[in-house]
């Protein structure tokens, strides 16, 4: 891929103040589609078996399960009864998906629960450094990220040196691998959606925090080394799954032990991007990020109709968000050359997915950990106002927060920017330090500008 599109660099009504895009968004394929996509998977995974030392067990289990449940021959992949971080199959990685400096590196299927609290099957990675763990085992970091696209080729897990996401995901690959040489596990979710079938909970909080917290278990069966004690980290959309999966970690997964968390430009204000969506009249690269969210929530939310929030041509085109992947869509197609205004019915039924993308924002957390909350000044994806926002919030419902703000740092410069601050504060963590926070005083990355 030659280089990531530019974004946010068209205006809400020309006013620069509304430029938002939000790198969030995962998947939602077409069922048929994604169970091959599933199925293929099992069948590497079984394949590989007799290459991974002391999964057998696993191999044998796998091929019983596909035996005997025939669930999965059908246009799902619920599996009812199983256990929350399950580990369906295992098999080593080494694509660019891999992070260079772990002795080993993992493509992982498991088992978590979708916000309706039924059973799906999630894919995502496994990276375990080099040498022997410490006494209690590795420490543990579970990753969220950005928005790569619906479609199977743009699952984290799927990248490749030429991929259509490799640009963001080799930014966020830099990150996570300095962890990794220093001795930290890193499991990173895809989310549900695109290891199985399904509708992709994008910006449910819940379903990405299940997610991100059943492969901290699935982990813990490819190996027992593998430790309890956790950080979250997460940028842009996985910025709000992070914050999700801190609140519910405690309760969700009591046999871990959450240390902290790290939330790199969150998204956030989701209602209040529909609103200016039903009146924009310009072109805006929020739009595709917004059908993507419609689609989810409908899905979730069964008291969201779509029919009486878009009209008949924008439903018809809806298909057209399973198709390439993000930087695809915001470069040219439908939703990147439409007005969204122009996609809305008169007097859109919006009541009733307000309330659902309410339920949905980070800063009503309650997390009992300490948080990092990370935001550049430049940041032309994620409104720094509205993580300053998210931050206030996040303080005034009695949360530890430490906010930070960087000059001229972009949405995705941040990961780089901050880095060294992230390393150190992660590393405080597990050394069992206090945080600090300035909840009292936070700065304003908005001010900054």
């Given at each position: 891929m030659s280089s990531r599109p530019s974004r946010g660099k068209e205006h809400w009504n020309d006013d620069p103040e509304k430029e938002h895009n939000m790198n969030f968004i995962m998947s939602d394929k077409p069922k048929r589609a994604r169970m091959k996509v599933l199925l293929a998977l099992l069948r590497a995974a079984a394949l590989s078996c007799g290459l991974i030392i002391g999964l057998a067990p696993l191999c044998l289990a796998e091929a019983e399960l596909n035996r005997q449940d025939p669930s999965l021959d059908a246009p799902s992949s619920r599996r009812p009864g199983a256990a929350r971080g399950a580990l369906i199959s295992a098999q080593p990685l080494n694509t660019a998906a891999a992070l260079p400096s772990a002795a080993r590196n993992f493509l992982v299927l498991y088992n978590s629960r979708s916000p309706d609290d039924s059973d799906v099957v999630v894919s995502g990675t496994v990276s375990i450094p080099a040498g022997n763990p410490p006494a209690g085992g590795w420490p543990l970091i579970t990753w969220t990220h950005g928005t790569t696209g619906l479609a199977p080729q743009c699952a984290p897990s799927s990248d490749t040196v030429d991929g259509p996401e490799h640009t963001y995901l080799s930014a966020t690959q830099a990150?996570?691998?300095a962890f990794v040489r220093h001795g930290y596990v890193v499991v990173a979710t895809d989310y549900q959606g695109f290891g199985g079938a399904g509708v992709q909970?994008?910006?449910?909080?819940?379903?990405?925090?299940?997610?991100?917290?059943?492969?901290?278990?699935?982990?813990?069966?490819?190996?027992?080394?593998?430790?309890?004690?956790?950080?979250?980290?997460?940028?842009?959309?996985?910025?709000?799954?992070?914050?999700?999966?801190?609140?519910?970690?405690?309760?969700?997964?009591?046999e871990f032990t959450l240390l902290g968390n790290v939330a790199m430009a969150p998204a956030s204000h989701i209602g209040e991007l529909v609103q200016e969506a039903v009146i924009g009249s310009h072109p805006s690269p929020i739009l595709p990020f917004l059908t993507y969210m419609l689609q989810s929530y409908a899905a979730y939310y069964p008291e969201i109709a779509l029919e009486r929030i878009l009209k008949p041509r924008a439903l018809e085109h809806l298909s057209d968000t399973l198709d390439g992947c993000i930087d695809d869509t915001l470069a040219a197609g439908y939703w990147a050359e439409s007005i969204p205004s122009h996609q809305f019915v008169t007097q859109p039924d919006l009541g009733p997915l307000l309330k659902a993308a309410a339920a949905?924002?980070?800063?009503?957390?309650?997390?009992?950990?300490?948080?990092?909350?990370?935001?550049?000044?430049?940041?032309?994806?994620?409104?720094?106002?509205?993580?300053?926002?998210?931050?206030?919030d996040l303080c005034r419902v009695g949360n530890s927060v430490s906010y930070r703000t960087y000059p001229d740092a972009?949405?995705?410069?941040?990961?780089?920017?901050?880095?060294?601050?992230?390393?150190a504060w992660v590393n405080a963590r597990f050394a069992g330090l206090e945080a600090t926070s300035n909840c009292d005083e936070p700065p304003s990355a908005a001010a900054s500008r």
């Open positions: 990150m996570l691998d909970a994008y910006l449910v909080g819940m379903g990405e925090a299940r997610s991100a917290i059943d492969i901290m278990r699935a982990a813990r069966k490819v190996d027992l080394a593998v430790g309890t004690r956790y950080v979250v980290m997460g940028h842009s959309q996985g910025g709000q799954a992070d914050l999700f999966t801190a609140a519910i970690g405690p309760d969700y997964a009591p949905n924002e980070p800063g009503q957390l309650r997390i009992v950990a300490p948080t990092l909350l990370i935001q550049g000044t430049s940041d032309r994806t994620i409104p720094p106002k509205n993580t300053d926002a998210v931050a206030r972009s949405h995705e410069g941040v990961l780089d920017v901050a880095r060294s601050d992230i390393e």
